[in-house]
């Protein structure tokens, strides 16, 4: 049994998200947003945390770890789930990140995800794209958009994924998987082998650049249903991201291929439930015809104003959604502020509402610090986690060092 293991049992149980390990700190879990030391624990210095990761890393991704310095790959622990790595390496030493990953997928309607997510899905050919900030979900959204359509139509569907996080059984469709390094080199490669493969949706985990952006909106223009995910944080700010992507004299014809193939936009965030928890917060573009006008004439500074009157296509700006939280006691208003990205906008809803917001330094109109500036009150320095003791950080000042050193004995 490797020394993780009861660690993710003890996870698993107690409902978190995450499991941190970082050198020359306790363990921690992430639990309702929230990270928290784990009970007991204690300090794992380098060498043992390296002896740890490699109980669970196989030789394959181990040689690409000490080649790039940080990794992704799945673990499964039988009887209790899988998780995600992550490995990296810092100024400590080696640390991971372990996310777990529901071995049933949950349903649209479990999640609670709004209609037009699934009336979305419905559609035969066309771009969809999820996204957010790491952490928010996206996977889970994908996850189940993609399992309606496994149970409502017989066709043929490929993911492609940097791993693979929730495993699809064939239910109507025929459903094939594809992680990179394991099954194929790279999402370009495996995206432009996919249109050979007789697909009627393709799943790209991660539109990471230029040229996978490009054939994906190719393949959603010839007849493919295409998921995507980016790590926009708004649905409008989404569009500009990718047309900005392409050379300023690409950019005209790439405007009218998306404005053709794009279907929607969801922008989503996680926020802390009052009372426990999480819930998931979606900003909703849906590319009507006047959307994708918008699009090809580049207008997409006009594309709020569209959704804020695009409410009966299923519309939705993260504001109002924000606001309806709070007025049904589901997310404290200080809250929604923190995940809100057009404050201003949520604050006078607020308080068109009645709504008071307790910011810090107590006034209702106050903004936060911005995240450049470090928080207020020196708050990294009087973080508890953060300590560890000069001499043992000394010691391993440069672990990378340590790590081609180790190489070189092996």
């Not at 309702?32 to 794992?44: A, L, N, Q, Y």
């Not at 040689?63 to 039988?78: I, R, V």
């Not at 500009?240 to 392409?246: G, K, P, S, V």
């Not at 009966?312 to 208003?333: I, R």
Request: glycine fraction near 10%; include cysteine; aromatic fraction near 4%.
């Amino acid at each position: 049994m490797a020394w993780i293991h009861p660690l993710l049992r003890e996870m698993v149980s107690q409902g978190c998200s995450d499991l941190h390990l970082s050198s020359l700190e306790r363990p921690m879990f992430r639990l309702h947003g929230d990270i928290t030391p784990v009970p007991g624990s204690t300090p794992i210095p380098p060498d043992s945390m390296t002896a740890v990761l490699r109980e669970i890393t196989s030789e394959l991704h181990w040689k690409e770890f000490e080649e790039e310095w940080d990794h992704d790959f799945a673990y499964a622990l039988e009887g209790t789930g899988r998780f995600r790595v992550n490995l990296f390496m810092d100024h400590k030493g080696p640390g991971a990140v372990l996310r777990l990953i529901p071995e049933k997928i949950p349903t649209a309607q479990e999640l609670g995800l709004p209609p037009v997510l699934t009336e979305l899905c419905n559609h035969t050919k066309g771009l969809i794209l999820v996204t957010g900030p790491t952490g928010s979900g996206k996977s889970t959204t994908l996850a189940a958009m993609l399992d309606h359509v496994n149970t409502t139509r017989r066709e043929h569907i490929i993911t492609i994924e940097d791993p693979i996080e929730f495993v699809h059984p064939n239910k109507l469709c025929l459903v094939n998987q594809r992680e990179v390094t394991r099954h194929t080199k790279g999402f370009k490669r495996a995206l432009k082998a996919a249109l050979r493969e007789d697909p009627d949706i393709v799943l790209v985990g991660e539109l990471r650049d230029l040229e996978t952006i490009a054939i994906a909106i190719e393949t959603a223009e010839t007849g493919h249903l295409v998921f995507g995910t980016l790590h926009t944080s708004t649905a409008p700010s989404t569009v500009n991201r990718i047309i900005d992507q392409f050379p300023a004299e690409q950019q005209a014809q790439i405007r009218m291929m998306l404005a053709s193939s794009l279907r929607g936009v969801i922008s989503q965030t996680l926020c802390k439930r009052m009372g426990g928890g999480r819930i998931a917060a979606h900003e909703i573009l849906v590319a009507n015809v006047a959307v994708s006008a918008l699009i090809r004439e580049g207008k997409t500074h006009q594309i709020l104003s569209c959704m804020q009157t695009g409410a009966k296509d299923g519309m939705k700006l993260l504001s109002d959604v924000l606001v309806e939280y709070v007025q049904a006691g589901l997310v404290s208003p200080e809250e929604a502020y923190l995940k809100c990205v057009q404050k201003d906008d949520l604050m006078s809803k607020l308080a068109n509402a009645g709504i008071r917001v307790d910011l810090p330094g107590g006034d209702q109109r106050a903004r936060l610090p911005d995240v450049n500036s470090g928080p207020p009150g020196g708050a990294l320095g009087n973080n508890p986690g953060m300590g560890g003791g000069g001499n043992g950080r000394s010691r391993y000042s440069d672990p990378v060092e340590r790590f081609r050193a180790e190489r070189g004995r092996r």
